[in-house]
């Protein structure tokens, strides 16, 4: 008996999430030609803007931009394009303002190619750029990073962000920063991979052409130790390299033994602790780094 009152409790939750998301949906509706959001009958978005893009699913953030002509590049040909100034908005209409490393204050940005997607991916934060730089803000509209990067990557671990400069001979470089805009891992690769089960971060050197070695460090930014082969990634007890030349395989390094195993997959991402999941083509597994047994993968 307590156990179908415990169940029913349950269910009765969940439903009830379920009609609160469904009595709070927003759509985007046209009146006159121009854009705005309605929350069920009320509207919190005024329709004005030429194009917008509903509330992210956390129900914090939409995109709403006005549509203008503006003048190509082509310094030859003089061409018109169309050109969108856009607002990020919460529900209170209220305009997201942020600070850039210059000290002015912005309001208004580009409609990139990955803008909807960058604002939908992450539960907490997004990637907007500003002045050809990017920017870290909240989608409670606080900003923990003022200065502007070329790239910033959102990941698997919330505390950190994957950061890109580039130098003064257009080489760029990738580092790691905190949301207190404090330097983990220098500007000095190509790549950067994190796996948060370990608490450990992969630092990536091919392609830069200086032959440096990829670097593994734990979360304090303490350099650990170095490789000259590419590690595609790194647990407490395992490395896994990766071979490009003159096929591409796998090579499985225990730290300890020093023991290597050979083995093939299109693509490693972390599971659980010393396991792995892979994919080979279309199917993924998961692979036991110590017994090198793989399992299909149950979702």
């Known amino acids: ?17 379920f009609a609160n998301e469904l009595r709070s949906q927003t759509v985007p509706f046209k009146q ?48 018109y394009t169309t050109v969108y100034s856009c607002n990020y908005l919460n529900k209170k209409g209220e305009t997201l303002k942020i600070k850039t490393e210059e000290e002015d204050t912005c309001s ?31 989608k409670d509209f606080t900003q923990p990073i003022f200065k502007g990067y070329r790239e910033l990557y959102l990941n698997t671990e919330p505390k950190f962000v994957i950061a890109e400069i580039k130098n003064e001979v257009g080489i760029s470089y990738k580092g790691l920063i905190d949301l207190n805009e404090i330097q983990v891992v220098p500007f000095l690769y190509s790549g950067i991979k994190i796996n948060p ?54 090579i499985l390094l225990n730290v300890k033994t020093k023991e290597e195993t050979i083995f093939n997959a299109d693509e490693i991402l972390p599971n659980r602790k010393d396991v792995v999941m892979i ?3 279309n199917d993924w597994f998961t692979f036991d780094l110590n017994s090198k047994q793989r399992k299909p993968f149950q979702k």
Not at 122 to 136: A, C, G, P
């Open 32 to 79: 006159n030609l121009k854009w705005g959001i309605k929350e069920n009958e009320t509207v919190i978005i005024k329709p004005v803007y030429d194009t917008i893009f509903n509330f992210d699913f956390t129900g914090k953030v939409c995109l709403a931009c006005f549509k203008a002509r503006g003048v190509s590049a082509n310094k030859f040909i003089k061409t």
């Open 279 to 281: 994919r080979i083509k």
């Open 197 to 250: 089960i370990d608490s450990l971060i992969v630092g990536c050197s091919a392609g830069l052409g200086n032959n440096g070695d990829d670097d593994i460090y734990d979360y304090t930014g303490k350099k650990l130790t170095s490789y000259k082969r590419h590690i595609d990634m790194a647990t407490k007890n395992f490395v896994i390299h990766k071979i490009f030349e003159p096929m591409e395989y796998y």
């Open 108 to 138: 208004v940005f580009s409609l990139g190619k990955n803008a909807v997607k960058q604002f939908n991916d992450d539960q907490k934060y997004f990637v907007l750029s500003s002045k050809s730089k990017k920017y870290l803000v909240s």
């Open 1 to 17: 008996m307590f156990i179908l009152i415990a169940i029913l409790r349950i269910v009765i939750f969940f439903f009830l999430i």
